[in-house]
T-cell receptor, first 114, second 113 residues
């Protein structure tokens, strides 16, 4: 079964600085999709960014970008120019292209210091 | 407004008393799923459904039931809740599969005493 590992339970960053959240996954599948979701204190789950495994180009969404290393099975999230509103729990997620199975990591709690 | 509506938001119940958490989406999504969120474990999939009358077990289906009689609704049923089912529950939906992002409900905080 696929597993998703987020090795950093907590991270902190100074406002306006850059931070990288780590995510690794384990799979034998070739068809899959990767996501980062953000969960602020309101507990709403919000999509941050997504990446198709067949695409070599790293996805970007404004201040958010990923470093997708397929061979290493790594999918880290970089947040540039961190803002106070970025403070949240961040979840890395894997979706199988074969059976739609969805796996989430344990999460990384990001604190942004003013 | 496109949304996933999940009710109730908070629920306190006693062991063994059957309960249902409702989930409805207005986006005509084929795919719907249920997750539980526990500290240090992230979100774990309970059940998912690819379409009407089609449901499959996720990672942690024991103690839960679901049904998908209509495309828009996907209720989660706990026939005999136990304290270890105390958790934060999320319903989610998406178009088809693949890179279609999940749209989540606002969550249900369930406490079983």
């Amino acid at each position: 079964a696929q597993t998703v590992t987020q090795s950093q339970p907590e991270m902190s960053v100074q406002e306006a600085e850059t931070v990288t959240l780590s995510c690794t996954y384990d799979t034998s599948e070739s068809d899959y999709y990767l996501f980062w979701y953000k969960q602020p204190p309101s507990r709403q789950m919000i999509l941050v960014i997504r990446q198709e495994a067949y695409k070599q180009q790293n996805a970007t969404e404004n201040r958010f970008s990923v470093n997708f290393q397929k061979a290493a099975k790594s999918f880290s999230l970089k947040i540039s120019d961190s803002q106070l509103g970025d403070a949240a729990m961040y979840f890395c997620a894997y979706r199988s292209g074969e059976n739609n199975d969805m796996r989430f990591g344990a999460g990384t709690r990001l604190t942004v210091k003013p | 407004e496109a949304q996933v509506t999940q009710n109730p938001r908070y629920l306190i119940t006693v062991t063994g008393k059957k309960l249902t958490v409702t989930c409805s989406q207005n986006m005509n999504h084929e795919y719907m799923s249920w997750y539980r969120q526990d500290p240090g474990l992230g979100l774990r999939q309970i059940y998912y459904s690819m379409n009407v009358e089609v449901t499959d077990k996720g990672d942690v289906p024991e103690g839960y039931k679901v049904s998908r009689k209509e495309k828009r609704n996907f209720p989660l049923i706990l026939e005999s809740p136990s304290p270890n089912q105390t958790s934060l529950y999320f319903c989610a939906s998406s178009f088809g599969q693949g890179n279609s992002p999940l749209h989540f409900g606002n969550g249900t905080r369930l406490t079983v005493t």
